[in-house]
């Protein structure tokens, strides 16, 4: 803006004592709008910054009043044979994931864009799922309620995605199949302190860098979700018995569809489903931990222990935080490398997809073999 009305001035300006005299008058003026400019920038900084900080403190005020309700009501998570922890836990923590979604929503419907124009089903969605999730977090549900309301809650998502169309039908049953059984498995994976938080926020951040250059949601929804997470952490990211909540079905569901919801924006505006690497790890230990139990003739819906983060934390006794940083590091060098390290092409995406895929599964593989004895031994055990 400054360098073109300089020139323009010495464009059109003959007499060269008019330029002495006025140039600098103009220079002065170009360099105080900047300035303004400049500050305006900062203050608008300072006031995003500052509602952030407001909706942190609020998320973490509204958690620990559920802390006190789900004391009072006896919200609580009971160990059994089966479980990573062998104390009583308030249970539902993972509550905050939905009231952030709530308080975004209320502060971007303050702008002159209503929030529900664009993520009312999204909301609607997110809400049904979290709310069904807690009812089964203090009393358990029907196995058949929980699928009716899990397809239900990602029917509404598709929706929003506007992907309900009749001539792809077996596309979107297949997506819906998949969907609903990615949302069970980063369920499953909801197993030690920590877990959840930080695998959440690894997938988040590689979500934030890419929507802050491509805008595929509002970035401020990402932020929250994040602010949300942090809170959640302060309470959960901690060593096996000092936990003071855990997430539940509420808070791990949540995620799962929250999660879901971004990567499926970001695949229907790049029409490149490998973005679902930023889940991959869950993907690998949770699909191949049914692939085994279905070998060995086991009943899905019934608790077990054979994941390989649970054989790390509890057959080879590694700390549950030690755990969690190891599978989010993990799926965050995974993510990254995906971004920045691998060209942006289709058989690119692919060739690392399929080469992470086999990296993992070799891994996983060959841990079991090593390892799952120990489990066996202490299946043995409890049979005593």
């Not at 170009?30 to 400049?38: I, P, T, Y």
Request: charge should be neutral; hydrophobic fraction near 55%.
């Amino acid at each position: 803006m400054g360098s073109e009305l300089i020139i323009y001035i010495c464009s059109v300006s003959a007499d060269a004592k008019l330029t002495q005299v006025h140039l600098p008058v103009k220079l002065i003026y170009v360099e105080e709008l900047d300035r303004k400019e400049k500050r305006n920038i900062k203050l608008t900084n300072m006031n995003t910054y500052l509602i952030y900080g407001i909706i942190f403190v609020v998320l973490l005020v509204l958690e620990l009043v559920y802390f006190k309700m789900a004391d009072r009501f006896n919200i609580i998570d009971k160990p059994n044979e089966r479980s990573s922890h062998s104390t009583i836990v308030l249970r539902g923590g993972g509550i905050i994931f939905l009231l952030g979604l709530w308080i975004w929503a209320a502060f971007s419907s303050t702008d002159s864009v209503q929030v529900s124009d664009s993520y009312l089903w999204f909301l609607l969605a997110v809400t049904l799922i979290a709310g069904v999730s807690f009812v089964d977090d203090i009393r358990s549900l029907p196995d058949s309620v929980r699928l009716v309301v899990q397809f239900g809650a990602m029917l509404l998502i598709f929706w929003q995605l506007d992907i309900l169309h009749l001539d792809m039908w077996w596309i979107v049953l297949l997506a819906l199949i998949v969907c609903v059984g990615a949302s069970n498995v980063i369920n499953f994976m909801d197993g030690v302190n920590g877990i959840t938080g930080a695998y959440a926020f690894a997938s988040l951040v590689p979500l934030a860098l890419l929507n802050s250059t491509m805008g595929f949601v509002d970035q401020s929804l990402i932020y929250v979700v994040m602010l949300s997470d942090v809170v959640f952490c302060l309470f959960n990211f901690r060593p096996k018995g000092k936990a003071k909540c855990f997430a539940g079905d509420v808070g791990s569901i949540s995620v799962a569809y929250i999660l879901l919801y971004m990567i499926g924006t970001l695949v229907l505006i790049t029409q490149d489903v490998t973005y679902l690497i930023f889940l991959l790890v869950y993907g690998i230990d949770g699909c191949l931990t049914i692939c085994h139990r279905i070998q060995l003739h086991e009943n899905l819906g019934e608790a077990h222990r054979k994941h390989a983060y649970q054989l790390l934390a509890n057959e080879l006794k590694i700390g549950h935080v030690k755990v969690a940083s190891l599978y989010s590091v993990l799926q965050l060098a995974i993510s990254l490398g995906f971004i920045f390290l691998c060209p942006n092409t289709v058989l690119a995406h692919w060739c690392y997809l399929i080469s992470a895929i086999l990296v993992l599964s070799i891994a996983y593989v060959l841990f079991m073999k090593r390892y799952y004895h120990l489990h066996e031994e202490y299946l043995a055990s409890l049979a005593k």
